[in-house]
């Protein structure tokens, strides 16, 4: 079946150490996107791309890296820079189209310091 | 700039009430709109959509109406169900602002026996 995989699930970190995220999709799409998401709040999108080799920095992308050397994937580096890193990450894809097509989401990976 | 402002939850509705979730959204050019629904633990799914103004979207029993006049596009459900608890998040796609997608902060339904 189609669709996007995340891993891992869950994910414990010690300060002071990077980690890195892992999105997969076999749909085909061509724009990726990683959010992070806290408790009892929406959604905030960290980095996304539209096309293999070129990524933008979306609102809250300090403290994070990714790259897209491949179209099924878009691994996300959370650095040690990032002062706050426990959440819930979320990472989707979608066709670009007119219509802005449809966000296909990953079960999302959960990403606790120690 | 783009943004999506949902009314604050939680939501606490009994079986087969009738729901409505508000959701207003500012944008640059003309955007598509969103209902996605998040329950417990997961990641988001495409609960419905609208293009253009005046479509109206609507599954399982969701519908939600894109209002231009109002900058609208209001969730209603004529009957809950346990099963529909969960998070809601109205967003937005906007063409004229580098394809990114707009969330609202989510609004949490909860839905009593």
């Known amino acids: 079946d189609g669709g996007i995989t995340q891993s891992p699930k869950y994910l414990f970190r010690k300060e002071g150490q990077n980690v890195t995220l892992s999105c997969e999709q076999n749909?085909?799409?061509?724009?990726m996107y990683w959010y992070r998401q806290d408790p009892g709040q929406g959604l905030r999108l960290i980095y996304y791309?539209?096309?293999?080799?070129?990524?933008q920095k979306g609102d809250i992308a300090e403290g994070y890296s990714v790259s897209r050397e491949k179209k099924e994937s878009f691994p996300l580096t959370v650095t040690s820079a990032q002062k706050n890193p426990t959440a819930f990450y979320l990472c989707?894809?979608?066709?670009?189209?007119?219509?802005?097509?449809?966000?296909?989401f990953g079960e999302g990976s959960r990403l606790t310091v120690l | 700039g783009d943004s999506v402002t949902q009314m604050e939850g939680p939501v606490t509705l009994s079986e087969e009430a009738f729901l409505t979730i508000n959701c207003t959204y500012t944008?640059?050019?003309?955007?598509?709109l969103f209902w996605y629904v998040q329950y417990p633990g997961e990641g988001l799914q495409l609960l419905l959509k609208?293009?253009?103004?005046?479509d109206k979207g609507s599954n399982k029993g969701f519908e939600a109406t894109y209002r231009k006049e109002t900058t609208s596009f209001h969730l209603e459900k004529g009957s809950v169900q346990v099963s529909d608890s969960a998070v809601y998040f109205c967003?937005?796609?906007?063409?004229?602002?580098?394809?990114?997608?707009?969330f609202g902060s989510g609004t949490k339904l909860n839905v009593k026996p």
């Open positions: 989707a894809s979608s066709i670009v189209d007119r219509d802005g097509g449809e966000l296909f």
């Open positions: 749909l085909n799409h061509d724009a």
């Open positions: 791309s539209q096309i293999v080799n070129d990524f």
């Open positions: 944008a640059t050019g003309y955007p598509s």
């Open positions: 609208a293009t253009k103004a005046d």
């Open positions: 967003a937005l796609w906007d063409a004229y602002n580098f394809n990114k997608f707009y």
